[in-house]
């Protein structure tokens, strides 16, 4: 069974930062690739980050230059960097796992709220 664990979320004025960590736990899967997703009130869940088991990664092309993605292969953690966060950044934040059997795994979520 594998779990994810994000944590980090909270409220932020405009024009701010937070870190939001993924954290996976369990036995018997091996990681191909974590992906960020994000769902505001009302609208679909969305893939915006994304980075493979070799490191490499993609975002979405409104996201670049604000939002950062990095693993720590060893802990099984990806943490995402947000910069310059705007209230349309408001939204349920999810990580995704997919295994090399291609099994896919999702955290609960974190909330991240931009307002002043």
């Known amino acids: 069974q594998v779990q994810l664990v994000e944590s980090g979320g909270g409220l932020v004025q405009p024009g701010g930062s937070l870190r939001l960590s993924c954290a996976a736990s369990?036995?018997?899967?091996?990681?191909?690739?974590m992906g960020w997703y994000r769902q505001a009130p009302g609208k679909q869940r969305d893939l915006f980050a994304i980075?493979?088991?070799?490191?490499?990664?993609n975002y979405a092309d409104s996201l670049k230059g604000r939002f950062t993605n990095s693993r720590d292969k060893a802990k099984n953690t990806v943490k995402l960097q947000m910069n310059g966060l705007e209230p349309e950044d408001t939204a349920v934040y999810y990580c995704?796992?997919?295994?090399?059997?291609?099994?896919?795994?999702w955290g609960k979520g974190a909330l991240v709220t931009v307002s002043s």
């Open positions: 995704k796992l997919v295994d090399y059997n291609g099994m896919a795994y």
């Open positions: 369990g036995s018997g899967f091996s990681i191909y690739a």
């Open positions: 980075i493979t088991s070799a490191g490499n990664t």
